[in-house]
């Protein structure tokens, strides 16, 4: 699976925008968990104390925003590319 992430937070992943990681599972929880293992900073960024993602972190699958779809249950598939975008606001 290939997760891409933004420059603001390539610097918590070593300051690589895309990865490649073997999810050790079939959900996007088990993508998360191999990433966090790898990047623990990272994964602090895109999930919560209670392993929930973060308010206001966007998680796209294969262009799908997952809170429209199974949140960290969503299925990934060979090839699948996860987007992580956090949230921009200002005035």
Excluded: C, K, W
């Excluded at 420059?7 to 490649?20: I, K, N, P």
């Excluded at 623990?40 to 779809?69: C, S």
């Amino acid at each position: 699976m290939q997760v891409v992430l933004p420059g603001v937070l390539a610097d918590l992943a070593g300051g690589r925008r895309e990865l490649d990681v073997d999810p050790g599972g079939a959900t996007l929880a088990d993508l998360l968990d191999t990433l966090a293992g790898q990047h623990p900073l990272l994964g602090r960024r895109i999930r919560d104390e209670a392993g929930q993602l973060r308010r206001f972190v966007n998680v796209y699958v294969d262009g799908d925003d997952v809170r429209y779809e199974q949140g960290l249950a969503t299925a990934l598939r060979d090839g699948t590319q996860v987007h992580v975008l956090p949230s921009i606001a200002g005035g």
